[in-house]
């Protein structure tokens, strides 16, 4: 439970992911997005419209992955989350998570997707060089 106590600090603590998704022949695009973390089934809820690109290749391919970077310049500090998982339509109660995250969306007209991981790898460097914890359904 160390690996997912640490990953679920970690992305409680961001809020942009970048999300690639590809085409069902394996061309690649990647996009970022907003984000709230849902710490009990380690989903990551975002917003997207299905006319954009990257919205179009998720409907035709679910499977797809993203990052979450601590950006620094200080090796020492180097953290971020490297994600595999199935994007699926929002279920109930992931608006008001959004909503709580981004207090100003609610306003918005909100198309909400949630990623569900599969896998997580948080990359730590402040717990030693190249520290790796790993999260799997």
């Not at 339509?89 to 198309?111: M, Q, S």
């Amino acid at each position: 439970m160390e690996a997912e106590k640490k990953i679920a600090q970690f992305a409680k603590r961001h809020h942009v992911l970048t999300l690639a998704t590809a085409t069902l022949d394996g061309s690649p695009y990647c996009c970022n997005a907003f984000y709230a973390f849902d710490k009990e089934d380690n989903a990551f809820i975002f917003t997207t419209d299905t006319s954009t690109h990257h919205g179009q290749m998720m409907l035709n391919n679910n499977r797809v992955a993203a990052s979450v970077v601590l950006e620094t310049r200080i090796v020492g500090k180097v953290q971020g989350l490297q994600i595999t998982g199935i994007i699926k339509p929002a279920i109930e109660g992931d608006k008001a998570t959004y909503i709580k995250r981004f207090p100003y969306a609610a306003v918005a007209d909100l198309n909400l997707w949630r990623l569900e991981a599969e896998m997580i790898k948080l990359t730590d460097n402040t717990l030693g060089f190249g520290k790796k914890l790993i999260w799997q359904r």
